[in-house]
């Protein structure tokens, strides 16, 4: 811990800018969290009203998920991207 | 020679003698069982092993008849693949040992099979109309969206191979964490041991080394299979559906 504030007082303003951006790129998070928690709460729904065809809604469901956690890993890459650029 | 040699002694990054470790060992087991599956008497049910791949080998076709028809009968050995490979680079996180899937050649790789197939099923299926596709919302003499759908033709590679990716690699950035976090919290009572890391750890190597390992190689094999369908066109996907559904009656 005192080594990560040691370097933090050693790092410029534009570093810390940098940081600030990654820390907002991994906010897309957000969003995708939304996006999944819709999702799997609409295919509860559909599994309510048709129970019989659960594996079907289950497997589209996953599809679906996936999908829409897509943006949240890319913001992940890029935050991860920032990272290597301004500190290594 | 020489400096092949040097290449896998000293450079070679962890991860990629990992995967090569895994493929070997994948090889070695499959001969094996491809001679004792040879030798077995077809009149009685598989044992151990034999069952295991006999039952791998169904649900490849199965899931492959479902979701494309007939057709791709031939790319049950790469759905195999997938599902063996995947999950144990995944998972070599949990045997100390550096994961595959966070070097981003390997899940790049994966993708790009996986993006060929995609392509190559096109341009068989569509024929012309794949070139034409180029230029899709606007006639062909006016191509100005070649660019954009050439950029969106590239995004499943992306997608598919950023997902692992990111995903292993914040799993095992989490993981590190963890430890770190432990390890100095349990430093306050013993000297290099890392006691509340014994307790709080599993649960999240369960989490992240062993369901997102099933889920995971569930998306990719799910998206390579769906991306593949969406580009045979209706009526040809149509066709082929329902040549199994009446060689199914007919049986």
Request: hydrophobic share 55%; glycine share 8%; aromatic share 12%.
């Amino acid at each position: 811990m005192l080594n990560l504030i040691t370097l933090a007082a050693q790092l410029d303003v534009g570093t810390g800018l940098a940081l600030i951006g990654a820390g907002l790129a991994v906010f897309t998070g957000f969003g995708s969290g939304l996006g999944e928690g819709n999702v799997a709460a609409h295919a509860m729904d559909a599994i309510g009203r048709n129970p019989e065809a659960t594996n079907n809604i289950r497997s589209n469901m996953i599809l679906g998920i996936a999908l829409a956690e897509t943006t949240g890993i890319y913001g992940f890459a890029i935050a991860i991207l920032i990272l290597i650029m301004v500190l290594f | 020679m020489d400096k092949i040699w040097d290449y896998i002694v000293n450079k070679m990054p962890g991860e990629l003698i990992v995967s090569l470790l895994i493929m070997v060992l994948i090889a070695i087991v499959a001969i094996i069982l491809g001679h004792a599956i040879k030798k077995a008497d077809p009149t009685k049910p598989p044992k151990g092993l034999a069952f295991l791949a006999d039952w791998l080998v169904e649900f490849s076709l199965n899931t492959l008849n479902n979701n494309l028809g007939d057709a791709y009968d031939f790319a049950a050995p790469y759905l195999i693949f997938l599902v063996t490979f995947i999950p144990m680079a995944f998972m070599a996180g949990l045997f100390g040992l550096a994961s595959p899937m966070t070097y981003f050649t390997i899940p790049l790789c994966l993708a790009l099979v996986s993006w060929l197939g995609i392509q190559i099923s096109a341009i068989v299926f569509q024929k012309l109309d794949y070139l034409k596709g180029f230029t899709s919302p606007l006639p062909a003499w006016l191509p100005i969206f070649v660019p954009i759908n050439m950029l969106s033709k590239l995004s499943p590679l992306l997608s598919l191979s950023i997902r692992m990716f990111g995903n292993a690699l914040a799993g095992s950035i989490l993981m590190w964490l963890i430890y770190w976090a432990t390890d100095s919290l349990s430093s306050l009572i013993f000297n290099n041991f890392n006691i509340f890391g014994m307790i709080i750890a599993p649960p999240f190597h369960a989490y992240f080394d062993i369901f997102s390992t099933f889920i995971q190689t569930l998306i990719f094999v799910l998206l390579t299979m769906q991306l593949i369908s969406i580009e045979i066109p209706a009526p040809v996907h149509k066709k082929i559906k329902t040549k199994k559904k009446e060689e199914k009656q007919g049986c």
